[in-house]
């Protein structure tokens, strides 16, 4: 790691160490708030029973080793969820941009769905799919699909029109066109969609979790409080937010390894 990269990561501590320690020292008798509200090592203690735990035939907490599978069944919805809104949000803000006529016909559908928060699909996605995990990933597709489509319409739109006129001048065809130059020109802005798209489905999953299916980590999250684990339920919120920065964290290095060849054309200009 280079002297850059350890200022970089120091600065990024800074503020939650710093946010920690006065939690902390603001804590009175390990809790604040008239005891709702627990203090970081309450809350640290709780994470390591909860992730590292043993259960035993006398063991009556559900939070005893079970966040590993917790994490996992988030991750796994997620993950299906944001790749079908991948499959439907590109190729159809590809032709969005690129036709006029489909995105006379297509786009105005999409601004009119787009406003309807997660939340109101809720009653859809139980009376459809009932609590099981396909309500979740029909939440978490939705959430994510109008961030990807909409910046994929605007890269595809950006795209200079001199890169077109050149390519049809050498004879290529609409559909290598599409493929070659419109697609890669518009990569910026579609990975813009899908780290905006990846964190509401983050969102998307807590919520469809809570209330449409009975595992994962907003389950927890919503157990958690019902019997009164703060604790738990602060370790939660801290888990979704790590998870959520480390995907964030992926699709980063995934554009920086798809655009080099930006870089490499910067430094040849």
């Known amino acids: 790691m280079t002297l850059s990269h350890m200022r970089r990561w120091l600065l990024a501590i800074v503020l939650p160490v710093v946010a920690v320690a006065l939690w902390q020292a603001a804590g009175t008798n390990g809790s604040l708030a008239g005891g709702a509200l627990p203090t970081p090592d309450r809350v ?3 994470w390591i029973t909860w992730a590292f735990g043993k259960p035993g035939p006398m063991t009556l907490s559900p939070y005893v080793g079970s966040w590993a599978a917790a994490v996992g069944y988030s991750a796994e919805r997620v993950a299906k969820g944001f790749a079908v809104a991948i499959l439907l949000g590109v190729p159809l803000g590809i032709l969005i941009g690129w036709s006029r006529i489909v995105s006379e016909m ?8 787009r406003p309807v928060p997660i939340t109101a699909w809720l009653p859809i996605s139980l009376a459809i799919f009932g609590i099981r995990d396909f309500g979740a990933i029909f939440l978490i597709t939705i ?18 029109k001199n890169w077109i006129r050149a390519a049809q001048m050498m004879g290529a065809k609409p559909l290598d066109i599409l493929v070659r130059v419109v ?14 798209g990846l964190g509401i489905g983050w ?3 807590i919520v469809a979790e809570m209330i449409a299916v009975k595992s994962g980590l907003g389950y927890v999250l919503w157990d958690a409080y019902y019997v009164g ?9 801290v888990s ?11 699709i980063v290095r995934l554009e920086l390894w798809a655009l080099k060849w930006r870089r490499l054309q910067s430094f040849n200009q």
Do not use: K
């Open 44 to 46: 640290w203690s709780a």
């Open 229 to 237: 684990r703060m604790d738990i339920v602060i370790a939660d919120m």
């Open 183 to 196: 697609l890669p020109a518009a990569l910026p802005s579609i990975f813009t969609g899908l780290r905006i």
């Open 143 to 160: 959430g994510a699909f109008y961030p990807i489509v909409i910046n994929t319409t605007q890269g595809a739109r950006d795209v200079d």
């Open 203 to 205: 969102t998307a999953v």
């Open 240 to 250: 979704i937010g790590l998870f959520g920065f480390l995907s964030d964290w992926a």
């Open 106 to 113: 297509v786009d105005p559908t999409i601004q009119w769905l």
